[in-house]
T-cell receptor, first 115, second 113 residues
Framework: AQSVTQLDSQVPVFEEAPVELRCNYS??????LFWYVQYPNQGLQLLLK??????LVKGINGFEAEFNKSQTSFHLRKPSVHISDTAEYFC?????????????FGGGTRVLVKP | KAGVTQTPRYLIKTRGQQVTLSCSPI?????VSWYQQTPGQGLQFLFE???????NKGNFPGRFSGRQFSNSRSEMNVSTLELGDSALYLC????????????FGPGTRLLVL
């Protein structure tokens, strides 16, 4: 069975500082990896995804993530955060060659950007 | 393109009742997935429908069911509601292949009293 662990439940960070959100996964088969963001009272929005190829993935709003197969990690980074980045962030995986869509999510990391 | 829409946005029910939630996917998308989000359990996959057939199912009791219509709109039903069913129910649509992005709706917040 696959599982996703987000190591930090909350991350306070000052505006314009960098932030890194950690995600580790466990799976016996190859996976696709995703990062979603959820703003208050809204659904989830895709930030970026890794399917194959370059291990450094760039997404929207200045976010990027690096896939590390040996460490089974997919950490999300942003070099300089804004107040508007205050939200909850979810890492998720799905199986390669799966019969259908099923995302397995981590527990989420709440990012609070302070002025 | 219009996004994923879910109705109603908020719902209050009492224990023992049943509820039906609706999801309209992005035009052209054939896959609709449902997720339950709670503070305690996080985001959990309920089921996925593709071309009117359930293609994938999570670990939820039979009280949770769904269906998909020929226009790809989907409904989920929860019978005999329990207090623990209080949650945000999110649906997501995609064209259908597993590597394609799933687009989420704003969710339906269900409160069971």
């Amino acid at each position: 069975a696959q599982s996703v662990t987000q190591l930090d439940s909350q991350v306070p960070v000052f505006e314009e500082a960098p932030v890194e959100l950690r995600c580790n996964y466990s799976s016996s088969v190859s996976v696709y990896l995703f990062w979603y963001v959820q703003y208050p009272n809204q659904g989830l929005q895709l930030l970026l995804k890794y399917l194959s190829g370059s291990t450094l993935v760039k997404g929207i709003n200045g976010f990027e993530a690096e896939f590390n197969k040996s460490q089974t990690s997919f950490h999300l980074r942003k070099p300089s955060v804004h107040i508007s980045d205050t939200a909850e962030y979810f890492c998720a995986v799905s199986f390669h060659k799966a019969a259908g869509n099923k995302l397995t999510f981590g527990g989420g990391t709440r990012v609070l950007v302070k002025p | 393109k219009a996004g994923v829409t879910q109705t109603p946005r908020y719902l209050i029910k009492t224990r023992g009742q049943q509820v039906t939630l609706s999801c309209s996917p992005i035009s052209g998308h054939r896959s609709v997935s449902w997720y339950q989000q709670t503070p305690g359990q996080g985001l959990q996959f309920l089921f996925e429908y593709f071309s009117e057939t359930q293609r994938n199912k999570g670990n939820f009791p039979g009280r949770f069911s769904g269906r998909q219509f020929s226009n790809s709109r989907s409904e989920m039903n929860v019978s005999t509601l329990e207090l623990g069913d209080s949650a945000l129910y999110l649906c997501a649509s995609s064209p259908g292949h597993v590597e394609e992005t799933q687009y989420f709706g704003p969710g339906t917040r269900l409160l069971v009293l």
